[in-house]
């Protein structure tokens, strides 16, 4: 099983979301690897009531093992159900520039 596969089953068995986008963005990043770079939309109604933080450890916590595996970068949007439907026509989803992993600095 992929990556990507991994990451949907388990965000899928710990927050039963209404919506989850994952979209692998390892093409976008040096290095040859590609299942290391990936961005998540995640939207669940266990997210009422936690901090933008809270979310996001929760969403690393489920995915420490690929983590420890070789993921290397996971953008998170993770908001609740009413969060969503607010933002869903105006959301700017794009993730940071990688700095690390193979990338080298200029000397």
């Known amino acids: 099983m992929n ?3 991994i990451i949907f089953e388990a965000l899928t068995s710990a927050f039963s979301p209404s919506v989850l986008e994952i979209e692998n963005e390892s093409h976008m990043h040096s290095g040859t690897c590609s299942e290391t770079h990936y961005k998540v939309l995640l939207v669940s109604p266990m997210f009422e009531g936690k901090s933008r933080i809270d979310r996001q450890r929760a969403v690393n916590d489920v995915l420490k093992e690929e983590f420890n595996k070789g993921l290397h970068a996971l953008t998170q949007k ?3 159900p009413a969060e969503f439907e607010v933002q869903k026509d105006a959301l700017n989803f ?3 520039e990688c700095r690390g992993g193979s990338k080298r600095l200029p000397k």
């Open 94 to 96: 794009i993730s940071p």
């Open 78 to 80: 993770v908001l609740t």
């Open 3 to 5: 990556r990507e596969a």
